[in-house]
C-alpha cells in the first residue's frame, strides 16, 4: 500500500543504547519530517528534509540525527536513548501541491526508554 | 513562543449537535497554510480540513468546515451533527510559508490539542 511506513510501531530501549527508527515513502514526495509527540505537548518538529542530501533541525534536534541519502527514506538515529526520549515518533512526507491531501503520516513508533 | 494555541484541553457534545474547536495562530509571514487533524485512540494522524492565509472562501469538507478569521488570527474547526466516532483528539497546525513551496514547506507546528468526547 502507497504511504509513509515505519518501523517498529514498538520499542523498549534502556538508557544509553542507540537505535535508528525507519521511514520509507513510495509517493516520491519531496519533504519528509520527524516529530515526537508528548501527552499535553501535541507534535514538535524534530527534524526534517527538503529533498535527498538536505536535512535540517527542528524545535527539538538535541539526541537525535537524520540523513536522506534517497527521497524514500529518512531515518531517525537516536545515538544514546535517555528516558526523556520516551515518546510516540511520528513520519511525515509532503509534497508541492497537495496542500492539504499533500501531508501523509505514517502510523507511528512508541519508543519507551528504561 | 508558541505559534499555535488550543486553549481548550477537551470538550463534550451531545450527538447530532455541533460543536466548534478553538484554534489560534501566530506568525509574521502572509503566506502559511492551517490544517486540522484528528487522532482517534488507535494513534493515527486523519487529515480533516485545510486553509490556505490567502483562500477566499472558508474550507469545508464534508461536515467539518474552517471558521478562518485572518485579522484575529484563529482558525476554528466546527463539526457540524457530532457523531460517536467524532470523539478523538483535535490538532490544529500550521504551515508557514506559501503553497509554492520554500524550506517551510515540510514543516508544521502543532497546537496541544483538544480532546473530544461526543456523548450519545
Known amino acids: 500500500n502507497a504511504g509513509v511506513t515505519q518501523t517498529p510501531k514498538f520499542q523498549v530501549l534502556k538508557t544509553g543504547q542507540s537505535m535508528t527508527l525507519q521511514c520509507a515513502q513510495d509517493?516520491?514526495?519531496?519533504?519528509m519530517s520527524w516529530y515526537r509527540q508528548d501527552p499535553g505537548m501535541g507534535l514538535r518538529l524534530i527534524h526534517y528534509?527538503?529533498?535527498?542530501?538536505?536535512?535540517d533541525q527542528g524545535e527539538v534536534p538535541n539526541g537525535y540525527n537524520v540523513s536522506r541519502s534517497t527521497t524514500e527514506d529518512f531515518p531517525l538515529r537516536l545515538l544514546s536513548a535517555a528516558p526523556s526520549q520516551t515518546s510516540v515518533y511520528f513520519c511525515?512526507?509532503?509534497?508541492?501541491?497537495?496542500?492539504?491531501?499533500?501531508?501523509?503520516f505514517g502510523s507511528g513508533t512508541r519508543l519507551t526508554v528504561v | 513562543a508558541q505559534k499555535i494555541t488550543q486553549t481548550q484541553p477537551g470538550m463534550f457534545v451531545q450527538e447530532k449537535e455541533a460543536v466548534t474547536l478553538d484554534c489560534t495562530y501566530d506568525?509574521?509571514?502572509?503566506?502559511?497554510?492551517l490544517f486540522w487533524y484528528k487522532q482517534p485512540s488507535s494513534g493515527e494522524m486523519i487529515f480533516l480540513i485545510y486553509?490556505?492565509?490567502?483562500?477566499?472562501q472558508n474550507a469545508t469538507e464534508g461536515r467539518y468546515s474552517l471558521n478562518f478569521q485572518k485579522a484575529r488570527k484563529s482558525a476554528n474547526l466546527v463539526i457540524s451533527a457530532s457523531q460517536l466516532g467524532d470523539s478523538a483528539m483535535y490538532f490544529c497546525?500550521?504551515?508557514?510559508?506559501?503553497?509554492?513551496?520554500?524550506?517551510?514547506?515540510?514543516?508544521?507546528?502543532f497546537g496541544q490539542g483538544t480532546i473530544l468526547t461526543v456523548h450519545p
Open positions: 511525515a512526507s509532503s509534497y508541492l501541491g497537495g496542500r492539504g491531501y499533500g501531508y501523509t
Open positions: 509517493m516520491n514526495h519531496e519533504y
Open positions: 528534509s527538503v529533498g535527498a542530501g538536505i536535512t
Open positions: 506568525t509574521s509571514d502572509q503566506s502559511y497554510g
Open positions: 486553509q490556505g492565509s490567502y483562500d477566499e
Open positions: 497546525a500550521m504551515r508557514e510559508g506559501g503553497d509554492a513551496g520554500g524550506t517551510s514547506y515540510g514543516k508544521l507546528t
